[in-house]
């Protein structure tokens, strides 16, 4: 057991009344002293379902998401990895099997906590680090109430796991210690939450449906299917034969007794608040990437005049462009050849990527000129000398337009640095696989149509790689939010919940994602269908498959790259699915046949199309 500082009992008078765990300098949890079990002893409670700084805090970190995406990893201590995955492995076989009175797996874990969509627990070992144990989860609305459910139903167990789990150094320390503590009855969601990680990138495959109407809808499905192959349903009456909307309209009045939710109108998956707020945040990040890439180009407008300076631009640009294409391309053997083209996808997305371009640019110009102008003014409200400030007026906004230009010439340099990296970096051609890890995981796929993947990779030094895969996350969790809110991943359409988080200060990084099909045949499709945004996403990880530009190549190479990824794979000992037997895909076709029944009556046209989800 872990030496403790302080334990419930033996807290001086000042802290008996609470803990005060102040998380990042931004909050703090007060975790008041409460009889809990009723037993006598005082137990640090924190009443986080009902604390506002909690979900103001969350609400800064995951915005309006309806659905929230965490995680929480937590360093193992070596000598107990082996009874950490025997906890893990004892609770997996309490939950996955039917109970009295529940005819379905996990009843009791879906009953107790009607929110999850999908949870997973799962110990990763790396020759190179101690283990680390994972607690993912995927449900809808705030964290505090699910924390909660969750304590009711195996805190005892997360309880245990914790004592297998490394004492921490940071503020939430006297927390841990408490709650492992010898007979302790301390809650353990406190510090699950404190220890929470933000991902870097999400994405929710069947955005805004909840668990509770993800599976209305499913019921729904069945129900209609039934309903058509009734026997007595099977001539030209009530049915075949029919009008579209009159199949509509009959199917309606017979669902809705059963589904008396079909009466009312459904909630917007994303409401047009939030699709603003995704789209600003979008266009915000891109005028910081546009305003961080015009400094150069503001610094020298400002002393060089504008004809020097235009050709300063246009010759650093040749330059760059030179340098670029002289090292552009592939080292032997590392090629592959694919249908994506760069040009193709910019005039394909012309009008997103314009937006996105100059929009920023635009506002940036305005933004910054402003600024400047308003401390012009205000040294001349302060001096006195506003009729001499008034010169200044031009040159202020000249630098700026020009060093917004100025991008042109200093993007270049930096896609020429990159390159010059990727030429020399190493990669895993034939990485080590455990024959025993590989095995395990095997054994604990592909009993249901769904599966779990987890990764953990470490990420290649150095600044320009710490830029890009901080900033390229940021952006790609952005661009996903606006654009990915029909199911679509790219063009697959197989992923329920995945996300990325950046571990060990960012030394590390995460990959879980819950999907349809085997782990072979999802590999196969993000090789196939979004080798770019997947290059994009790993192609920092240290061994990765030589890339081009970070979006050529890398994925591309389907057996170097599976191999790669399974090299980084841990077993997923405790995996939850609300529902595994719907696809992302079916889950879709239900919501669309719940959604034509809710809308009213439809005209001919809508209704064939409603009819051929049927």
């Given at each position: 057991m872990p030496s403790a500082p302080a334990s419930p009992t033996a807290l001086d008078a000042s802290n008996a009344a609470q803990f005060k765990i102040i998380l990042s300098g931004r909050f703090t949890l007060n975790l008041h002293v409460l009889s809990l079990f009723d037993t006598p002893r005082p137990c640090p409670h924190h009443d986080y379902r009902d604390t506002a700084a909690w979900d103001r805090h969350w609400s800064e970190r995951i915005s309006t998401m309806r659905q929230t995406t965490l995680c929480v990893p937590l360093d193992v201590r070596p000598e107990s990895t082996e009874r950490l995955s025997a906890l893990i492995e004892l609770l997996r076989r309490r939950e996955d099997r039917p109970h009295i009175g529940a005819a379905d797996n996990f009843a009791l874990l879906s009953r107790a906590v009607p929110t999850l969509h999908f949870m997973s627990l799962s110990v990763f070992e790396h020759q190179s680090f101690d283990p680390i144990f994972i607690i993912e989860a995927n449900f809808d609305g705030r964290p505090g109430p699910f924390w909660a459910q969750l304590e009711a139903q195996m805190g005892e167990d997360l309880r245990e796991?914790?004592?297998?789990?490394?004492?921490?150094?940071?503020?939430?320390?006297?927390?841990?210690?408490?709650?492992?503590?010898?007979?302790?009855?301390?809650?353990?969601?406190?510090?699950?939450?404190?220890?929470?990680?933000?991902?870097?990138?999400?994405?929710?495959?069947?955005?805004?449906?909840?668990?509770?109407?993800?599976?209305?809808?499913?019921?729904?499905?069945?129900?209609?299917?039934?309903?058509?192959?009734?026997?007595?349903?099977?001539?030209?009456?009530?049915?075949?034969?029919?009008?579209?909307e009159d199949v509509r309209d009959r199917l309606y009045q017979k669902m809705l007794p059963e589904h008396p939710w079909l009466g009312t109108p459904g909630p917007p998956r994303v409401s047009g608040t939030e699709r603003f707020l995704d789209i600003s945040r979008l266009f915000l990040f891109a005028t910081m990437v546009v305003g961080a890439l015009a400094i150069p180009g503001i610094l020298m407008a400002a002393i060089l005049q504008?004809?020097?300076?235009?050709?300063?631009?246009?010759?650093?640009?040749?330059?760059?462009?030179?340098?670029?294409?002289?090292?552009?391309?592939?080292?032997?053997?590392?090629?592959?050849?694919?249908?994506?083209?760069?040009?193709?996808?910019?005039?394909?997305?012309?009008?997103?990527?314009?937006?996105?371009?100059?929009?920023?640019?635009?506002?940036?110009?305005?933004?910054?000129?402003?600024?400047?102008?308003?401390?012009?003014?205000?040294?001349?409200?302060?001096?006195?000398?506003?009729?001499?400030?008034?010169?200044?007026?031009?040159?202020?906004?000249?630098?700026?337009?020009?060093?917004?230009?100025?991008?042109?010439?200093?993007?270049?340099?930096?896609?020429?640095?990159?390159?010059?990296?990727?030429?020399?970096?190493?990669?895993?051609?034939?990485?080590?696989?455990?024959?025993?890890?590989?095995?395990?995981?095997?054994?604990?796929?592909?009993?249901?149509?769904?599966?779990?993947?987890?990764?953990?990779?470490?990420?290649?030094?150095?600044?320009?790689?710490?830029?890009?895969?901080?900033?390229?996350?940021?952006?790609l969790g952005l661009l996903l939010r606006v654009t990915a809110t029909n199911g679509y991943l790219g063009s697959m359409r197989t992923v329920h919940f995945a996300h990325w988080a950046f571990l060990n200060n960012g030394s590390r990084l995460l990959f879980l994602s819950n999907f349809d099909q085997s782990w072979g045949s999802y590999l196969d499709d993000f090789i196939e269908k979004a080798h770019v945004g997947l290059t994009l996403a790993w192609g920092c990880g240290v061994g990765f498959p030589p890339t081009r530009f970070l979006i050529f190549d890398g994925a591309s190479h389907g057996r170097r790259f599976k191999a790669w990824a399974l090299a980084s794979r841990a077993v997923s000992r405790f995996w939850y699915s609300a529902y595994p037997d719907l696809s992302v895909d079916q889950i879709e076709r239900n919501h669309r046949l719940a959604e034509g029944l809710r809308n009213g009556p439809l005209n001919r046209a809508d209704s064939r199309t409603w009819m051929k989800d049927l």
């Open positions: 796991m914790l004592r297998c789990c490394k004492e921490p150094f940071d503020r939430t320390r006297n927390l841990y210690c408490a709650i492992t503590a010898e007979g302790s009855r301390v809650p353990v969601a406190p510090y699950l939450e404190a220890s929470t990680q933000r991902p870097s990138v999400f994405h929710h495959g069947n955005r805004g449906l909840t668990r509770d109407r993800i599976i209305a809808e499913a019921k729904l499905f069945r129900a209609l299917r039934e309903e058509l192959d009734k026997p007595q349903n099977q001539g030209a009456q009530p049915y075949r034969g029919a009008e579209p504008t004809p020097i300076y235009l050709a300063g631009v246009a010759l650093f640009a040749l330059v760059g462009i030179y340098l670029i294409a002289r090292d552009r391309a592939p080292l032997p053997g590392t090629e592959v050849k694919t249908t994506f083209s760069l040009l193709g996808y910019l005039l394909k997305h012309a009008p997103l990527v314009l937006s996105v371009l100059l929009l920023p640019a635009a506002i940036l110009t305005v933004v910054l000129t402003a600024v400047a102008l308003s401390l012009v003014g205000l040294y001349g409200a302060i001096t006195g000398l506003t009729g001499e400030m008034e010169a200044f007026l031009w040159p202020v906004s000249r630098a700026v337009i020009l060093g917004v230009l100025g991008i042109v010439s200093t993007t270049p340099y930096l896609v020429w640095w990159l390159r010059r990296l990727e030429m020399r970096d190493h990669s895993q051609d034939s990485p080590h696989v455990d024959d025993d890890i590989a095995t395990q995981m095997a054994r604990y796929e592909d009993w249901v149509s769904q599966n779990h993947m987890g990764s953990i990779v470490l990420i290649r030094p150095g600044v320009l790689r710490s830029i890009i895969i901080r900033y390229g996350h940021m952006g």
